[in-house]
T-cell receptor, first 116, second 113 residues
């Protein structure tokens, strides 16, 4: 099992450009999440999905869109990148939403995005 | 929504000493409190968690305590080793939105040999 994989791992964008981050999991998890990690601010939830075809906003959703067309994939899109979106992005999945079962989040390796 | 504060932001200990990291949460309804460890350049990984119906949980050198009245919980690492050096994140989950786990800002632990 590869677990949770993210692509790309690094990307540099210019302000106003668009891009998509892809997250794939092979654990048959229902729940998937996108977090951003900034120094001194921990992990903040951008969007999440409780199953194929569903998405919901998290704590910091502005400037991002997501799609969950297939159970195993969760895409994060930036339509018009801004310097404030420079961050490390982590995808995660869980068997069930906490705290129903273990609640454990399985994270990908992260994607470092720089917006100039 | 839930708000989690974590202290200290950095912690340095000598190998073999104990380390304690504390978190406070704002929503008294929160009922699930995990701790994640993130080594440099790696992904966060769950190391221990506790639910609100339990006051303490241990796993070898790691323990977590929960005080629901005071709304705080702590991570205790005994007999620290250099491989314990990492950033540790606490989190709290409110039941009214159990997919919105709120994380603390993190504690960078350095264990000096």
């Amino acid at each position: 099992n590869a677990g949770v994989t993210q692509t790309p791992k690094f990307r540099v964008l210019k302000t106003g450009q668009s891009m998509t981050l892809l997250c794939a999991q092979d654990m048959n998890h229902e729940y998937m999440y996108w977090y951003r990690q900034d120094p001194g601010m921990g992990l903040r939830l951008i969007h999440y999905s409780v199953g194929e075809g569903t998405t919901a906003k998290g704590e910091v959703p502005d400037g991002y869109n997501v799609s969950r067309l297939k159970k195993q994939n969760f895409l994060l899109g930036l339509e018009s990148a801004a310097p404030s979106q420079t961050s490390v992005y982590f995808c995660a999945s869980s068997y069930d939403g906490p705290p129903m079962n273990t609640g454990e989040l399985f994270f990908g390796e992260g994607s470092r995005l720089t917006v100039l | 929504g839930e708000n989690v504060e974590q202290h200290p932001s950095t912690l340095s200990v000598q190998e073999g000493d104990s380390a304690v990291i504390k978190c406070t949460y704002s929503d008294s309804a929160s009922n699930y409190f995990p701790w994640y460890k993130q080594e440099l350049g790696k992904r966060p990984q769950l190391i221990i968690d506790i639910r609100s119906n339990v006051g303490e949980k241990k796993d070898q050198r790691i323990a977590v305590t929960l005080n629901k009245t005071a709304k705080h919980f702590s991570l205790h690492i005994t007999e620290t080793q250099p491989e314990d050096s990492a950033v540790y994140f606490c989190a709290a989950t409110p039941p009214y939105n159990n997919n919105d786990m709120r994380f603390g800002a993190g504690t960078r632990l350095t264990v000096k040999p």
